[in-house]
């Protein structure tokens, strides 16, 4: 009793703050010359009622934020990209646009080498990777000499770009180490054989209007690519943003 005759209460009341069946905490009032008016009481009752709620949804509400804040992200560089395909489309063969749409996307995404995987007229041409830096110049070449030496077949399906243009799907393997012995395509181990440093690989398609133009192929080395799903949906939007110039 020494708290209140040290405070000269005349009136205490403690207060529930509880959200469902869960009690998180209390609102404490007191007076020090008379009892407390049971309008004062009534209205504070009120506000723990709602603030209570508030309190149950603010994760909600921060997580909406952090997914605004996301969505902002994802359409304003979505944007432009649309002004950096424009630009290109007006002043380069298809063979430029491409090579620098990979470089974009190396700037955009966390992978070492892009190149466009080319389908027309049911053939496949792989074009020459771009990378990063020229801390990937080995890696280019190897990648580039490979694909420069495959004849695909008009109707096979020879790897792993084929089964992403011709699902109209994004693949996505983010640990290259562990799947390396699993059955795959003889081009697409032979290749992984000669790039043993390979961490990550993605591919997307490109499509514009319907039609199948290709894919996308991004290839890390240093490390882990580590894309979260709205980085794949970026990476697919971006690629099928792509088939405008291709």
């Known amino acids: 009793y020494v708290r209140f005759e040290r405070w000269e209460m005349q009136h205490l009341l403690i207060l529930p703050i509880q959200i469902k069946n869960a ?15 049971i309008n004062l009481i009534n209205s504070t009752r009120d506000f723990i009622e709602i603030a209570a709620e508030r309190i149950n949804s603010a994760p909600h509400v921060k997580e909406a934020k952090t997914k605004g804040k996301a969505i902002n992200s994802f359409m304003n560089t979505v944007d432009s990209f649309y002004g950096f395909i424009w630009n290109l489309s007006e002043t380069h063969s298809k063979d ?38 020229n801390q990937f110049i080995e890696e280019k070449t190897i990648y580039d000499n490979y694909y420069s030496s495959i004849a695909f077949e008009p109707g096979e399906i020879k790897s792993a770009a084929e089964t992403c243009f011709r699902q109209k799907t994004t693949l ?41 133009k290709g894919a996308f192929g991004l290839w890390s080395f240093a490390d882990f690519a580590d894309l979260e799903d709205h980085e794949l949906q970026l990476l697919t939007s971006l690629c099928s943003v792509a088939g405008e110039a291709l």
């Open 23 to 37: 009690r998180i905490g209390t609102v404490m009032l007191f007076n020090c010359n008379s009892e407390l008016d």
């Open 96 to 133: 430029v646009i491409s090579e620098k749409i990979s470089l974009k996307l190396l700037e955009l995404f966390k992978f070492d080498l892009a190149s466009f995987i080319k389908y027309e007229d049911s053939n496949v041409k792989v074009q020459p990777g771009a990378i990063r830096s």
């Open 172 to 212: 996505y393997f983010n640990n290259i180490p562990q799947i390396v012995d699993l059955p795959m395509s003889a081009y697409d181990h032979e290749i992984l054989m000669a790039l043993p440093n390979t961490k990550s690989i993605a591919y997307s398609p490109v499509i514009y209007r319907d039609t199948i």
